[in-house]
């Protein structure tokens, strides 16, 4: 069941040394939550989740990673990754020839939105996907 008017979160995934694995232990992370919660369609959400864990696993040099997810008013579901990397995130356009590139390209295609915050020595990159 989903409750409107009511912002559900859950305790944070912490990756002390954050391996190739990184992504994988993410989404089954959050496609658990989701599921407990009654969000059925998640695969925009495991999309971005992969990406925004991804991009921190390669700039943040394996360092920790923080994934939190929280439901905002049964509209939204929230993502924050948090890496040590200062390195910003950046959109390019889609290079059809290149091996890499599109995850934040592809990030904000599926987001309502995203963003960036520099936060305890670090910085958490967010994204709210809508519920469908």
């Known amino acids: ?31 658990e939550q989701l599921t407990t919660w009654g969000v059925t369609s998640h695969d925009d959400t495991l999309t971005v989740v992969s990406e925004l864990v991804t991009n921190a696993y390669r700039h943040a040099g394996g ?5 939190r997810v929280s439901l905002k008013d049964a509209r939204f579901v929230a993502i924050e990754v948090w890496d040590p990397s200062s390195r910003e995130p950046v959109v390019l356009a889609p290079d059809l020839t290149a091996e890499g590139g599109r995850g934040m390209f592809m990030v904000a295609c599926l987001a309502f939105e995203w963003g960036l915050r520099h936060e305890d020595g670090g910085k958490i990159v967010w994204a709210w996907i809508p519920v469908t």
């Open 1 to 31: 069941m989903i409750y409107a008017d009511l912002e559900i979160e859950v305790p944070v995934l912490f990756l002390n040394r954050a391996t190739d694995q990184a992504p994988l232990i993410a989404r089954t992370y959050v496609a």
């Open 63 to 67: 360092g920790p990673i923080t994934v």
